[in-house]
């Protein structure tokens, strides 16, 4: 078992980040064998908390990212409205790009997010080995604003792949018409930014103002589900709204092994 574990490996360098990243890998390993402490876990959010710049905002990040959906709709909206009419079909662009989003975000986070891959090891870095060993299903709540850096991405990221959804949406409005193109660019935005607040809200408190809205409350479970160290790697990938987790059959089945966050660390079952 490792227990040398001394933080992500992003942003570190040469024989650092190779022993980073073997550490890394033993501590997914015994995560999901059901071994890992509460101690373990401790020192890996002080180790992330003690990382952040003195600089960051939390607050700043999370105005920056919606501030993202918000420009996205209105100018969406002003460009909408200066064009000729828009049809009855241009509006069944909005459910498509919902559906097609949904399903792009369960193999991003399949994929990308729980699988390290050249060019997106960083989102691993933060996401597998840092964030699912921090928050685990019976323990998911925020402690500080600070932490918001440990579940948000960074606005710049959220900015880049918004930027991404345009050559889409130029095709959409030469193959389509082009109100479909900016009712498809207004949709993914906002698709994007609602998954990073939906995603923030799900590790507010049980007991907070968000924490205890029906429908956060309904899909913080479904998403705490996925926080089982022992689960993560293989069920309830979907953020947002778990279509694509039910149509793929990736919905946690009930009574999967539980969480052991215990502080004697137990053996890897048999």
Known sequence: MSHSYTGPSFGSTGAVRAKRREDEKGLVADALAGQLSLERRQRIRDKALAEIPSWYSPYGQLTATIGIGVVALLLGVWELSRLSGIRLTDYLIIPLTFVMANFFEWRVHRDVLHRRRKLFETLYDKHTPMHHMIYVEQDMALRSVQEFRLVLI??????????????????????????????????????????????????????????????????????????????????NFNVIFPLADWVLGTIAPKGENPIIDSRETPQTPQ
Do not use: K
């Open 154 to 235: 960074p606005a710049v990221g959220v900015l880049g792949i918004v930027v991404l959804t345009a050559p889409f949406a130029l095709a959409i409005s030469y193959l389509w018409s082009a109100c479909a193109g900016w009712l498809f660019l207004v949709t993914a935005s906002l698709y994007m930014v609602s998954y990073e607040v939906l995603h923030l809200c799900y590790h507010a408190p049980h007991d907070s103002f968000i924490g205890r809205r029906r429908f956060i409350a309904a899909m913080r479970t479904h998403h705490a589900r996925h926080h089982n160290p022992r689960l993560m790697q293989r069920w």
